[in-house]
């Protein structure tokens, strides 16, 4: 079965510097990775999604992901992290189901990223 | 735009009661899921439609139904709630097939059993 990995709870950063939630994919065939995003109360989002091509995928917010194939990751990226940035950050991975084909989305646990002022 | 919309938004159960999750999208989904989310186990899926008329199980299906009312409407029925099914329950819908992949999530319905 397709899982993805979030090794860390919890990722603090200063507001301005550089911020990298990680998360690592384990797929038979090739990978379709995901990256949503939880703010307090709410459901989650979608940020962005690699499914071919380059490597560096960009998406909602000023966020990217690198899709690293050797190392089996997609990790989350931004150049200059906001405070309101701080959120529950969700890797997922497309799972493709006995059903027809259907695809579906397997979510790993969850990062919580804290950007203090 | 409504999007997703889950009812209720808080809901506490004793033991052995029962209870229905309503949600509902307006645009024009095909597929819906719904999700619980438990601290430290992310989203895990309970149960989804992939289509009007019919439904599947998911990951964690054990004490829960179903029902696809229509394209709009996805219920999750508690039968018999256990403490154990405390949680945050969460409703999404996806457009199916290829476009499968972005989920629109509702916000939440936070469920305490007793």
């Known amino acids: 079965a397709q899982s993805v990995a979030q090794p860390e709870d919890q990722v603090n950063v200063a507001e301005g510097n550089p911020l990298t939630v990680k998360c690592t994919y384990s797929v038979s065939g090739n990978p379709y990775l995901f990256w949503y995003v939880q703010y307090p109360n709410r459901g989650l989002q979608f940020l962005l999604k690699?499914?071919?091509?380059?490597?560096l995928v960009k998406g909602s917010y000023g966020f990217e992901a690198e899709f690293n194939k050797s190392q089996t990751s997609f990790h989350l990226k931004k150049p200059s992290a906001l405070v309101s940035d701080s959120a529950l950050y969700f890797c997922?991975?497309?799972?493709?189901?006995?059903?027809?084909?259907?695809?579906?989305?397997?979510f790993g646990t969850g990062t919580r990223l804290l950007v203090s002022p | 735009n409504a999007g997703v919309t889950q009812t209720p938004k808080f809901q506490v159960l004793k033991t052995g009661q029962s209870m229905t999750l309503q949600c509902a999208q307006d645009m024009n989904h095909n597929s819906m899921y719904w999700y619980r989310q438990d601290p430290g186990m992310g989203l895990r899926l309970i149960y989804y439609s992939a289509s009007e008329g019919t439904t599947d199980k998911g990951e964690v299906p054990n004490g829960y139904n179903v029902s696809r009312l229509n394209k709009r409407e996805f219920s999750l029925r508690l039968e018999s709630a256990a403490p154990s099914q405390t949680s945050v329950y969460f409703c999404?819908?996806?457009?199916?097939?290829?476009?499968?992949?972005?989920?629109?999530f509702g916000s939440g319905t936070q469920l305490s059993v007793l």
């Open positions: 997922a991975v497309r799972d493709i189901g006995v059903d027809k084909g259907f695809q579906k989305l397997v």
């Open positions: 999404a819908s996806s457009e199916g097939g290829r476009r499968n992949e972005k989920l629109f």
């Open positions: 690699y499914i071919t091509g380059d490597n």
